[in-house]
């Protein structure tokens, strides 16, 4: 079955640390997104990458890293420089031949920060 | 600046119909997506409409209006498994997509 995994599913992290999240999908899909989802609110863009090694920053950026060192990987690391980092954060993929671009969606992972 | 206004939560009733509307103005216009999200869950894909006009796939149904900047979103014969937050999102000139903040609707018996 073809799908997009995020793990894990929970996590906790202290105040001033690192923590990276997984977003690995076998769809063949081009372009990965990560997007940060907080309550009562919309998506918004973390980052996206169309190909890769080569990925471009969002609407909110800042404290936040990503690669894209195969097609099928597109891990987020949230630094110590986000401000407020406890969110539900949601990975998407597409393929950019299809003639509208439907976005498909990792199950998300809640991080909260201690 | 980019803005899609969707109503913050709405009530209907198990059996009725209920009508959710997005407006929207974006740096132009390349399609117009409507998602439903579970509490806790990532969003699914329900709709996609580009050309003006209404969509109908079972007891979902998403109307156009380019001229307007606006679409809803029309669930039939309600369900309690309706009770989610329905997510319009518009494609704009980058083929980037922007987000509203969601609807989130109440089913009650």
């Known amino acids: 079955d073809g799908g997009i995994t995020q793990s894990p599913k929970y996590l906790f992290r202290k105040e001033g640390q690192n923590v990276t999240l997984s977003c690995e999908q076998n769809?063949?899909?081009?372009?990965m997104y990560w997007y940060r989802q907080d309550p009562g609110q919309g998506l918004r863009l973390i980052y996206y990458s169309q190909i890769v090694n080569d990925f471009q920053k969002g609407d909110i950026a800042e404290g936040y890293s990503v690669s894209r060192e195969k097609k099928e990987s597109f891990p987020l690391t949230v630094t110590s420089a986000q401000k407020n980092p406890t969110a539900f954060y949601l990975c998407?993929?597409?393929?950019?031949?299809?003639?509208?671009?439907?976005?498909?969606f990792g199950p998300g992972t809640r991080l909260t920060v201690l | 600046g980019q803005n899609i206004d969707q109503p913050t939560e709405m009530t209907a009733t198990e059996g009725a119909i209920v009508q959710i509307n997005c407006t929207y103005q974006?740096?132009?216009?390349?399609?117009l997506f409507w998602y439903q999200q579970h509490a806790g869950e990532a969003p699914t894909f329900l709709s996609y409409n580009v050309l003006d006009g209404l969509e109908e796939k079972g007891r979902f149904s998403s109307f156009l209006s380019r001229s307007k900047g606006y679409s809803y979103l029309l669930l039939k014969e309600l369900q309690m498994k309706d009770s989610a937050s329905y997510l319009c999102a518009v494609v704009d000139s980058n083929y980037q997509l922007i987000w509203g903040a969601g609807t989130k609707l109440i089913i009650k018996p």
């Open positions: 998407a993929s597409t393929d950019l031949a299809e003639s509208y671009n439907e976005q498909f």
């Open positions: 974006t740096s132009g216009f390349n399609g």
């Open positions: 769809l063949n899909h081009d372009a």
